[in-house]
């Protein structure tokens, strides 16, 4: 039996607190084959290099403005650049409109039924993943913990041969985990229509033109390099 090609798969997710600044809730992943992992982070780190950065700067969403948004964007144009790296996220509009006492559940449990949503679409059984997410607080070895089980119990057989592992990593170590981060950030910023910032509309112009979608719509379910998912309240409460 062959072995199966081994994906990494780098997750992140911006503002996903039940209460905090922001209506808008986004879960993403950006993922690629475990064997271009080293080469990826050489590339990004010859990008922050041509601007003046070294490899300590971290990508970051929160750190996009008009003077660095030649950097963002030749990230983003290097993302589409490549057939090797995929991104997905899962977004939902308007947290305000959940209702979690109707549908029995907590805003945790909510939160892994997002994460199973997004990686529902990226998991197959000819293939076997890492998941790394970005570390948060102090209860990250409970949300690896409730991730696994969820997954697990999936009915899609997410079982024990096809995720090798799940763990939480640094992300200003990670290069691919700091893309994610900007994706999601500029799925945020756009959801939450915000247009006080003349760099991090740049760098949405540029996701826009190059995925060719405006980001108000779902992809298809089966679109492999930048997909979207709008999860609607009143559908799923």
């Known amino acids: 039996m062959r072995n199966k090609e081994v994906i990494n798969i780098y997750c992140d997710e911006s503002c996903h ?44 969403w929160k750190k996009v403005s008009k003077s660095r948004q030649e950097l963002y964007n030749e990230l983003i144009e290097y993302f ?28 945790n449990d909510f939160y892994y039924k997002m994460y199973f949503y997004l990686l529902r679409n990226i998991l197959y059984k000819d293939k076997q993943y890492n998941i790394y997410l970005d570390i948060k607080d102090t209860q990250g070895q409970h949300r690896i913990q409730k991730l696994r089980e969820v997954l697990h119990n ?8 096809i995720i090798r592992q799940i763990q939480h990593i640094r ?41 060719g979608h405006n980001l108000d719509c779902n992809t298809l379910p089966s679109e492999n390099k930048f997909n979207i998912f709008i999860w609607e309240a009143r559908q799923w409460g």
């Open 154 to 161: 999936a009915h899609y057989c997410f079982d024990r041969n």
């Open 17 to 60: 607190l039940e209460n905090d600044e922001s209506s808008v809730m986004v879960l993403g992943a950006v993922w690629c084959s475990k064997n271009i992992t080293a080469k990826v982070a050489r590339d990004i780190k010859a990008i922050k290099n041509k601007y003046g950065f070294n490899n300590q700067f971290e990508i970051k």
């Open 80 to 107: 589409f650049s490549c057939d090797y790296l995929s991104f997905r996220a899962v977004i939902i509009p308007d947290k305000k409109k959940l209702n979690h006492e109707k549908f029995c559940q907590s805003h």
């Open 171 to 211: 992300s200003d170590e990670v290069a691919q985990l700091q893309l994610t981060d900007l994706f999601i950030g500029a799925l945020s910023y756009y959801h939450r229509k915000i247009q006080t910032n003349e760099g991090k509309l740049s760098v949405i112009k540029t996701i826009k033109e190059l995925s």
